[in-house]
């Protein structure tokens, strides 16, 4: 595995009613090509605020980013626009992301289109494959993306994060929503779209066991610090902070067995 995302003494902090608030404190990680970093941490600790500046929707005070080999937060127009298709983001609820009225084939479309992926004859085969490939009808492609149940609609906001060909995604609380069976077939699909395309993910939630199912690392803020970082296993068995031991405590299953 290759160095694809390194990220190096990033801070960012707001002022909220006239206090500053650390969002970011010197947050440094890596991301190899074809792997999963874990980000876990209780509410507030930091974690979307760290996903906003991978996505460079938000500036950070300090630190940089290195992804694919370019400095990230120095691509300006054309060309950041360009470089954008390959880290893409899944959110946790897709109908805040797009329009709800939209039908399913002009939230493929919009990617196909604006990235220049395919032209406008060869778009409906894209999108029909598209849609195959994250485990969806193709006759699905008319329907508003509200009509959609939870999990037909993560699959869809997958299908537009991969339709631009990416190396990274950012999945932010991207299976929280969804219910426990649901959840397991979404988590199976990212599995298996890594295994295809190399694909590597920076999967942040607030749920350890979500976090461990599917990192090969596991890294632990608190506060707007990287307080804990290693493999997944253990993080989750021999957890050496204590925001990674309370996050550990709340998910009973992984460390109690039945009496
Ligand atoms: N726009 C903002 N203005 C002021 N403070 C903010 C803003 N956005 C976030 N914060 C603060 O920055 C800190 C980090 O927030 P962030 O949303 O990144 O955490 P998080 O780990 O993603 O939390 P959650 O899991 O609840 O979404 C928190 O203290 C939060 O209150």
Do not use: C
Request: glycine residues 6%; charged residues 20%; proline residues 5%.
């Amino acid at each position: 595995m290759t160095g694809l995302l390194s990220v190096n003494a990033l801070s960012k902090a707001y002022s909220s009613s006239g206090r500053q608030v650390a969002a970011l404190d010197t947050v440094s990680l890596t991301i190899a090509a074809g792997e999963t970093l874990g980000l876990v941490g209780a509410s507030g600790s930091g974690k979307s605020t760290l996903s906003r500046v991978l996505l460079r929707l938000l500036k950070p005070d300090s630190g940089s980013i290195s992804f694919e080999g370019q400095d990230w937060l120095a691509l300006r127009g054309a060309e950041l626009r360009r470089r954008r298709a390959r880290m893409q983001m899944v959110f946790q609820d897709p109908l805040a992301a797009f329009n709800p009225l939209a039908s399913v084939a002009s939230v493929l479309d919009d990617p196909l289109r604006i990235h220049a992926i395919a032209d406008r004859k060869q778009r409906p085969a894209d999108i029909a494959a598209l849609l195959e490939r994250v485990g969806l009808h193709a006759t699905l492609a008319p329907r508003p993306v509200r009509t959609l149940s939870g999990g037909q609609r993560q699959r869809v906001a997958i299908a537009r994060a991969i339709a631009t060909r990416p190396s990274l995604l950012v999945l932010d609380e991207a299976v929280s929503a969804l219910d426990v069976t649901v959840r397991g077939r979404i988590l199976e699909l990212l599995v298996e779209l890594q295994r295809e395309h190399g694909l590597a993910y920076l999967f942040i939630s607030h749920d350890l066991a979500v976090v461990r199912a599917i990192s090969h690392r596991i890294a632990v803020m608190d506060a707007g610090r990287i307080v804990e970082e290693g493999p997944a296993a253990d993080v989750v068995n021999a957890p050496r902070s204590d925001a990674a031991r309370r996050l550990v405590a709340a998910v009973p299953r992984l460390v109690t067995e039945p009496v």
